[in-house]
């Protein structure tokens, strides 16, 4: 094993690791329950709205989260472990891919949030002036 992967291993079974840890499956609990929400309620409902808006920004955190605690899993043998956390990792990816026509606020307000930082980050890279 690496020295970096077995310090990581190392961290995650402190006691601050294991703080953190549950942080992150909190986060990916929370997650999973909004797509529960989305997949149970009715289509262009404001509870839809909601949930799916929550699930779409809850979901790359969840991603990497589950990411790291596999990798930590395999890197410390324990292979039930990196089993379930894959089966959730494919799972959430998935469901992230799988409904993408669902309307939520980042299908409008965080698509202009996006082109105005755009814009500004252009428009601030070409307004420097040059320093000679």
Known sequence: MSPGLQAAV???????????????????????????????SVPRSHRRYVANTAFRTLALPSILVMAFSVLVDAASGSWQ??????FILVAVIFRWHHDTDE??????????????????????????????
């Open 10 to 40: 190392l961290f995650a079974g402190s006691l601050p690791g294991h703080v953190l840890m549950s942080l992150g499956q909190t986060l990916v609990v929370i997650c999973l329950c909004f797509d529960f929400i989305r997949a149970v």
């Open 81 to 86: 472990d990196v089993g379930a956390g894959m």
């Open 103 to 132: 309307d939520s606020w980042w299908k409008g307000k965080g698509q202009a949030l996006g082109r105005w930082l755009r814009n500004r980050a252009a428009s601030g890279s070409m307004a420097a002036p040059a320093t000679a």
